[in-house]
């Protein structure tokens, strides 16, 4: 079965720092991997995905992520951390056809960004 | 734009109640599932359903049943709530693989439901 790790239930960061969340799988098939973000009281939303092709996988709001297969690492970045980053991020992985393919999530990681 | 819409944002509900808790999508999508979600165990898997009467027990399904008698429509029911589950319940729908799509899902708000 795959599984996916979050590194830090809580990171802090000053605005204007740099932001790294990890995030660690285990699969015994090429992944599909995802970060998602959620910000107080909603759903949560996409911030990038990898599924084939380049490794280095940018998403909205500055985001980007590098899928390292070596490292099973799937980790996180923004260059410079704002406000509004504040939030829960989850990352998750696929997890195959006997699932009907539904996501395996790591337990979070809450962004908080300070002044 | 895509839309997953849940029937309560908050639900209050009492033990031995049975809870009823809607999801409709309007983006045609095949596969829909449900997830509860509590502080530092991330979002678990209950159900999910691949096509219109099919269902299929996540890693949580205990005290749990579905319902998907409509494509665009999932519902979740606690036959007899309990205090331990109290929790947020969020719906997600994706397309079916094959269809030049990688399993993204797209999440309703949720509903926080507390069971008294």
């Known amino acids: 079965a795959q599984s996916v790790t979050q590194l830090g239930s809580h990171v802090s960061v000053s605005e204007g720092a740099l932001v790294l969340l990890r995030c660690n799988y285990s699969s015994s098939v090429p992944p599909y991997l995802f970060w998602y973000v959620q910000y107080p009281n909603q759903g949560l939303q996409l911030l990038l995905k990898y599924t084939t092709g380049a490794t280095l996988v940018k998403g909205i709001n500055g985001f980007e992520a590098e899928f390292k297969k070596s490292e099973t690492s799937f980790h996180l970045t923004k260059p410079s951390a704002h406000m509004s980053d504040a939030a829960e991020y989850f990352c998750a992985v696929n997890e195959g056809p006997n699932s009907g393919y539904a996501l395996n999530f790591g337990k979070g990681t809450s962004l908080l960004v300070t002044p | 734009d895509v839309k997953v819409t849940q029937s309560s944002r908050y639900l209050v509900k009492r033990t031995g109640e049975k809870v009823f808790l809607e999801c409709v999508q309007d983006m045609d999508h095949e596969n829909m599932f449900w997830y509860r979600q509590d502080p530092g165990l991330g979002l678990r898997l209950i159900y999910f359903?691949?096509?219109?009467?099919?269902?299929e027990k996540g890693d949580i399904p205990e005290g749990y049943s579905v319902s998907r008698e409509k494509k665009e429509r999932f519902s979740l029911i606690l036959e007899s709530a309990s205090t331990n589950q109290t929790s947020m319940y969020l719906c997600?729908?994706?397309?079916?693989?094959?269809?030049?799509?990688?399993?993204?899902?797209?999440f309703g708000p949720g509903t926080r439901l507390t069971v008294l």
């Open positions: 997600a729908s994706s397309l079916a693989l094959g269809l030049g799509v990688h399993n993204e899902q797209f």
């Open positions: 359903s691949y096509d219109v009467k099919m269902k």
